[in-house]
């Protein structure tokens, strides 16, 4: 059980409307799609620059970047690659605290994004001045920050993870004998919990995507194909948890559609992950679990409206003017190095 302590209340429903308010991107033609992807890799040749993408991106992105010799995969991957890449300017498709996690690990370098608008649920769950004042009201606690947070939340805690490391982590810190605060994601704060079997102060945020899958017609689309098997981001509801053969990071998703005997998969996340899930298992059958429909049956929208905005557009736009470059006040980018190296030796002391 939690400590009993107040918790700070978030605001789901304003969060949900400013995602519904995000306008579809317009569909664009082959030709049209043709000349960008030909002006834009002409670009990040002229200006040293390397695309990194997000696994939820659109998959014109995620192609584009296999195809010019940049990344796809998750946030810190994606800055983690691009520190060890010669490139000077950083090309971040995804969502704005992607951005500026590659410029805390790559401040000598350009960071560049195809919009500067694309926001996360979970980062706007979570406040930089709310979040300090709930931290500094328990001074004793170890704080500890998901990826998915601003560079200022980064820089008030004490640790940053990875849903594919959270589990291990806070076995360590409590195995040591730290009480921990955790945020924002409550989803995968409670999973890690359980998994750690830790006891923690968890922030009330959660990802619009995932929280919407439906427990209820996932069971009726399991009973329909009773061979598939179920992926489930951990950032999902402890309903959809349960009903998981798998449960992981992006990553580990697409592994697990890799190296599984399974021919069909029921995947709760993202569906943007649908394009290396392809790439790494062709011949297997991917679905959409339920998320925010009437039943099973129907067409499902698990995809980040904020990621959708995203483009080839946008992206040679970009380019071209050198606009929507991330910037971060250098004393808060010291600051939230700290966590953030911790977590990258912490991961390399796993592997």
Not at 43 to 61: C, E, G, K
């Amino acid at each position: 059980m939690n400590a009993v302590v107040e918790i700070p209340t978030v605001d789901h429903d304003a969060i949900r409307r400013q995602a519904e308010s995000v306008a579809c991107p317009s569909a664009i033609s082959a030709a049209e799609r043709e000349t960008l992807v030909a002006r834009i890799k002409q670009l990040l040749i002229a200006q040293n620059a390397v695309l990194v993408a997000h696994y939820y991106t659109d998959a014109d992105l995620q192609l584009l970047a296999d195809e010019t010799g940049g990344y796809v995969s998750d946030s810190l991957d994606m800055a983690r690659f691009g520190h060890q890449h010669p490139a000077q300017t950083l090309v971040v498709a995804g969502v704005r605290f992607m951005g500026e996690t590659a410029k805390i690990l790559n401040p000598e370098k350009r960071v560049l994004m195809p919009t500067l608008e694309a926001e996360c649920s979970l980062d706007l769950s979570c406040p930089a001045a709310e979040f300090s004042r709930f931290c500094d009201a328990h001074p004793d606690y170890t704080v500890v920050v998901y990826a998915n947070t601003s560079a200022e939340v980064k820089a008030r805690a004490d640790w940053v993870v990875t849903s594919s490391i959270a589990s291990k982590l806070i076995k360590h810190l409590t195995d040591k004998g730290e009480k921990i605060i955790w945020g924002p994601d409550k989803y995968l704060g409670s999973y890690v919990e359980q998994q750690a079997g830790a006891d923690m102060l968890i922030w009330p945020g959660s990802c619009i995507v995932h929280e919407q899958f439906k427990a209820k017609e996932l069971v009726v689309l399991r009973n329909k194909h009773p061979d598939a098997m179920v992926l489930v981001h951990p950032e999902s509801p402890p309903e959809i948890i349960a009903q998981a053969d798998v449960v992981g990071s992006t990553s580990q998703l697409i592994k697990a559609v890799h190296d599984s005997a399974a021919q069909k998969f029921i995947v709760a996340t993202d569906n943007g992950i649908f394009y290396k899930m392809k790439q790494a298992a062709p011949d297997k059958i991917l679905m959409e679990a339920p998320n925010a429909g009437i039943g099973a049956t129907c067409q499902s929208c698990a995809h980040c409206p904020w990621m959708a905005m995203n483009t080839l557009q946008n992206l040679a736009t970009t380019l071209e003017q050198g606009s929507n470059e991330i910037h971060i006040d250098p004393k808060i980018r010291d600051k939230a190095l700290i966590p953030v190296q911790r977590m990258l030796d912490f991961a390399a002391g796993l592997n």
